[in-house]
């Protein structure tokens, strides 16, 4: 079952912040978070595991609340750099290694 | 360093042709993927292989069949291609040993790949 992102898409001006959503039907055993940029391969950010756990990457950082299987992808004054499509990947319990990937969302960040 | 290496970079095929995109890995991963991506639609599984010899579906299996070759390959066949797999797609590699990994995947560049 594919994860679900929102929003789908978002334009910032630099400094902005903004959050991106990823919710699964299913319980989750982790959640990866990828960027991609326009014509280039996903680049890993970040995995969270289950128990709450919150990381960071810069000025980046990620929650996982399992209970609503939901995580969240923070991104503080934001840069120029951030800009491109991110995917949350998702791994439920009891599975065989799959990562199911959300349908993207697309930031822009303008100067 | 190399990463994940694909190839070819672009192609383009006639509907009912027959093409195998290849891809390595020189990080010794142990689990090796195959996803399409379409525009809207994010990353889709087709294939994935855990280990040398072991290889099992994904989301979107049909239509493609898959080898692992050694712990370094893992190929992608189209045996009669069709318009509706005409996609861009990525093979990653992980450290993921069986299930519940929590290994991050490293893409390739991608196979852009169009069928007319």
């Known amino acids: 079952q594919q994860p679900v992102q929102s929003p789908q898409a978002v334009i910032l001006r630099e400094g902005e912040d903004a959050v991106i959503n990823c919710s699964s039907s299913?319980?989750?055993?982790?959640v990866h978070w990828y960027r991609q940029k326009h014509g280039e391969a996903p680049v890993f950010l970040m995995i969270?595991?289950?128990?709450?756990e919150q990381k960071g990457h810069e000025k980046i950082s990620a929650s996982f609340n399992e209970k609503k299987q939901q995580s969240s992808l923070y991104l503080t004054a934001s840069q120029l750099s951030y800009s491109g499509t991110y995917f949350c990947?998702?791994?439920?319990?009891?599975?065989?290694?799959?990562?199911?990937f959300g349908q993207g969302t697309t930031l822009q960040v303008k100067p | 360093n190399a990463g994940v290496t694909q190839t070819p970079k672009f192609q383009v095929l006639k509907t009912g042709q027959s093409m195998t995109l290849q891809c390595a890995q020189d990080?010794?991963?142990?689990?090796m993927y195959w996803y399409r991506q379409d525009p809207g639609m994010g990353l889709r599984l087709i294939y994935y292989?855990?280990?040398?010899?072991?290889?099992d579906k994904g989301e979107v299996p049909n239509g493609y069949n898959v080898s692992r070759l050694n712990k370094r390959e893992f190929s992608l066949r189209l045996e009669s291609a069709a318009p509706s797999q005409t996609s861009v797609y990525f093979c990653?590699?992980?450290?993921?040993?069986?299930?519940?990994?929590?290994?991050?995947?490293?893409f390739g560049d991608g196979t852009r790949l169009s069928i007319l």
């Open positions: 299913k319980a989750l055993y982790s």
């Open positions: 990080m010794n991963h142990n689990s």
């Open positions: 990653a590699s992980s450290e993921a040993q069986g299930p519940l990994s929590n290994q991050p995947q490293h």
């Open positions: 292989s855990a280990s040398e010899g072991t290889t």
């Open positions: 990947g998702t791994h439920g319990s009891g599975n065989t290694g799959k990562l199911i």
């Open positions: 969270l595991l289950k128990g709450g």
